[in-house]
Nanobody
């Protein structure tokens, strides 16, 4: 599976950005697509995830109410709409695919994902 992330960029605090991720290859076994982010000097953290079978969505508390994840199973793509951005949202954003049915508590763990995109930079200025 190959993941290609796009979008991101530079925006002022309070603004919006959208990042997208397209999957190709052996995507038939995709159970979960997720977004993680990693800021300089920090560990990679879960942002949002979506279960392909049910459409169930899960968010980190830090982005709940501001970010929306959506999936397009026909295109094997996942979008992350980010609104009301804050400087602390600045990070490299990575999409990831899990080819096993992760329980909720596992969705937050990077090691449970099988494939990763190359990352896209999101910078929010104050």
């Amino acid at each position: 599976v190959q993941l290609q992330a796009s979008g991101g960029g530079l925006v002022q605090a309070g603004g919006s950005l959208r990042v997208s991720c397209a999957a190709s290859g052996r995507t038939s076994s995709t159970y979960v697509m997720g977004w993680f982010r990693q800021a300089p000097g920090k560990e990679r953290e879960f942002v949002a995830g979506i279960r392909y079978s049910t459409g169930g969505k899960h968010y980190a508390n830090s982005v709940k109410g501001r970010f929306t994840i959506s999936g397009d199973t026909a295109k094997n793509a996942v979008l992350l709409q980010m609104n009301t951005l804050k400087p602390e949202d600045t990070a490299v954003y990575y999409c990831a695919v899990a080819q096993s049915p992760l329980i909720l508590s596992s969705m937050w763990i990077p090691d449970r994902y099988d494939y990763w995109g190359q990352g896209t930079q999101v910078t929010v200025s104050s």
